[in-house]
């Protein structure tokens, strides 16, 4: 059973890189340790996922409010957070090798070379800058370990601009950085990622109704993004494994090939964020009710998911190689809302000119409703579809002899294999359809 979850981990990789998901960073220097790249499919597949994931949880609420933060954040936020204190993991350091290990991801000796470690030391995930053009810098600042912090310490700007009542969410995709001491499992822990999350701030006395209705709403979500539901599972996490904000938190946990790992968090942070930051900053976060005239500093439920888990989860969840017709084939079950490519125009032949000049006429006409269509008359119309399954593509549409003579297109469906003849006139309404 390992040996199998560590051969679709090894597929998922090789088919990532074979077909322009994922590329290694700066591979052709050697790479970098917990960087990844997004090829052309990748970097389509990582937009469409926020994009939906903002129409989800931004768009189809009320009273949410988006907001871009900087990635770089002075010394003196996350002092206020805690972060400088409590955002650290156990390391060990072998004696023989000098290779740094996770203390809780290690036995007693080096998996490397077998030395013994020395004494476990707490090692901090922020990653520090000196701002400033002299030598050694002027302030201190850190790349931010989370987006959250950007949505607290705005909080009062949100409130002054927008006026929201409660309760109200603010929400953020953005770049977060932690500098993993071992990083591991392809896109699953990194240095460099993309998280996308909200605050959502309440009164005290509510928080368990919404930290309820979050908890069903990524449910939803996993389900809409086309994640294997029977392959997710909720945990309760202790209080000794909790962040230090944290008075409750649920994680979602996904069956990766090399272990059943986290996915989404869930967290009640109280009004821990606020109260810090005005306590450091001076300022007041107080939140007054418009018909009470109440003064109160807010409590946050957060809902957290990181792009690149989600990445990995959607495609071992859409990854199948079964049997079409009679030939084996391996083939991306994805959502149409995800698929980075929707429909593939083919000529059946591409050197008969009359078909080629139609299927470009047709090509243009879809691209202008369809941005997300790619042109392929390379190889026979057997390795196309092959090609386009690979990919997640879920329509081909084949121009051949009987579009010269009926206008019509033959419409192949990626999951069955069916194939069905529409007109042209009707193509674009057809595709469109089949995506929703």
Known sequence: MAKEADDKLSKIVSLAKRRGFVFQSSEIYGGLSGMWDYGPLGAELVHNIKDLWWKHFVYEEENMYPLQTTT???????????????????????????????KDQVGEMCPECGGAFGEEKLFNLLFPLSMGSTEGGGDKAYLRGEVAQGMFVNFKNVLDT???????????????????IAPRDFLFRVREFDLMEFEYFVKEEEWKEYFTKWKDRMWEWIDRVGIARESVHELEVGENDRAHYSKRTVDFEFDYPFGRKELYGLAYRTDYDLQKHMAASGVDLHYTDPVSGEKFVPHVIEPTFGLGRTLLAVLLSAYEEDELGGEKRLVLKLKPALAPVKAAIFPLLRNKPELWSKAREVFVQIKKEIPQVVWDDNGNIGKRYRRQDEIGTPSCVTIDFQTLEEDTVTVRNRDTGEQERVKVGDLVAHLKKSLS
């Open 162 to 180: 927008m006026r929201p009542t409660l309760p109200f969410g603010i929400a953020q995709i953005g770049k977060a950085y932690r500098n993993e």
């Open 72 to 102: 770089i954040m002075p010394e003196a936020v996350w002092k206020a957070s805690g972060h400088l204190e409590g955002f650290a993991d156990p390391m060990v350091s072998c004696e023989k090798c000098k290779r740094r290990f996770r």
